[in-house]
Nanobody
Framework: QVQLVESGGGLVQTGGSLRVSCAAS????????MGWFRQAPGKEREFVAR????????YYADSVKGRFTISFDNAKNTVYLQMNSLKPEDTAVYYC?????????WGQGTQVTVSS
């Protein structure tokens, strides 16, 4: 079955950078859409960014556009989220998502905390 394992979260100061990773296994993900979502305390889970597993096409939430970059390494089956110019409002648990063939798969999440 599909397994998604996130890593790379942590504590960073405002304006800093962090890269979170998601190692995917159990499928060939070229036919999937790989994405990142986040959930802050007391808030709904929200979309952050997505990329087609076949490469190219990316899409970002307005709140992160120009600051975050999503990428997918097909050889490693790993999706990355490079986060720059971080703000306190980016503090959340970040979840990896793989969507394909009518199913959504989720990782366990990794905490990102941005201190002011």
């Amino acid at each position: 079955q599909v397994q998604l394992v996130e890593s790379g979260g942590g504590l960073v100061q405002t304006g800093g950078s962090l890269r979170v990773s998601c190692a995917a296994s159990g499928r060939t993900f070229s036919s999937y859409v790989m994405g990142w979502f986040r959930q802050a305390p007391g808030k709904e889970r929200e979309f952050v960014a997505r990329i087609r597993g076949s490469g190219g096409s990316t899409y970002y939430a307005d709140s992160v556009k120009g600051r975050f970059t999503i990428s997918f390494d097909n050889a490693k089956n790993t999706v990355y989220l490079q986060m720059n110019s971080l703000k306190p409002e980016d503090t959340a648990v970040y979840y990896c998502n793989a969507a394909g063939f009518g199913y959504d798969h989720w990782g366990q999440g990794t905490q990102v905390t941005v201190s002011s």
